[in-house]
């Protein structure tokens, strides 16, 4: 209806106030500090140029993360977590949750899927009509489901997510260091403005009011920067922070951590000459991801005792071997891992095929 249409609009329209708002302190720090500071307050040329261009250099770096934070769309769940037409119809007809999640089950069975929601169950999305993919979140602010959702940030006006959570650490990274070379630069003339009683002028508000907005922000953005590198080093997102990821085994909050140097990888890929500049490189496709495994799924391993006379091979294909991890797990999880991993199952195979001998010895004599 055109006065739902019109609320919408209305609601977008007011989420840019916050992004307005900062661009608009931007604007003026940068007027303040290089026509205010620079070539009105400070008289020696040397200083002048030195501050000009580490200015310059911290201010580029953080527009342009800013920029990709914010104009960055954020990445959706693919057709294949869609259900297909007929599954879909028998979705939608059917009444019984229980004969719903058979269905879900069903087409989640050729997915890379390790979560489910509390209860156990396959994430859907009724909304968006989408198996979620591991990490996928529905957003409200949005609309849309988005991967690896770590949340909606209203001062970028934009969900943090998979495509741009990267440019999201170095737009915090990058606007503490500008606010932090502003107000280390401006307390010297700021102390001489509020200790000396000199006759006011433009300049003077400016040099105060920068020093005051500089350090407001700093305090604000120091925190939250510190979150976000231990939610980094931690492989989670702040939604992950707050409510575990479930998997078909239980909960586990650690269960997408695969060691500090990896989980930072995760987010700034394997070049480091890279991670300082908001271009992509974050690994994966943000669909799979690849876990620590610690545990053995339930759901994909069984074991039985074979009669005497069947050979190794027979007695081996009795337990049903986890999926294999995807490219991008296997891109990203050490060797050495899945040694110590194959090793552990070895042995449980070995075990499995000498009880298995023991009992038919016993049935037989």
Known sequence: MAPTHVLRCCQRGLAWIPVIFIALVVCWSYYAYVVQLCLITITSTGEKIIYL????????????????????????????????????????????????????????????????TGAGAIRYCDRCQVI???????????????????????????CVGFSNYKFFILFLTYSLIYCLFIA????????????????????????????????????????????????VGKNRSTIEAFRAPVFRNGPDKNGFSLGFSKNIAQVFGDQKKYWLLPVFTSQG?????????????????TECLQPMGLDKTAVDGCVEQPDPPSESQNHLLANDYHSEEDHKETEVLKSDESEAVTISIDSES
């Open 53 to 116: 261009v580490v200015f310059h250099l911290s201010f580029i770096m953080f527009v342009w993360s800013y920029w990709k934070t914010i104009f960055t769309r954020p990445a959706n769940p693919s057709k294949e977590f869609c259900l297909p037409k007929t599954e879909k119809e028998q979705y939608e007809k059917e009444q019984r949750p229980e004969t719903q999640q058979e269905i879900l089950r069903r087409v989640a069975s050729t997915l890379p899927l390790y979560t489910r």
């Open 132 to 158: 979620k993919p591991d990490r996928c979140h529905h957003c409200s602010a949005c609309d849309m489901c988005v991967l690896k959702m770590d949340h909606h940030c209203p001062w970028v006006n934009n």
């Open 184 to 231: 280390a630069s401006v307390l010297q003339y700021f102390i001489k403005f509020w200790t000396t009683y000199l006759t006011e002028s433009q300049a003077k508000f400016h040099v105060l009011f920068l020093f005051f907005v500089a350090a407001m922000f700093c305090i604000s953005i120091l925190s939250l920067f510190t979150y976000h590198l231990w939610l």
């Open 285 to 301: 496709d943000g669909f799979s991801f690849p876990t620590r495994l610690v545990t053995i799924d339930p759901e994909q391993h």
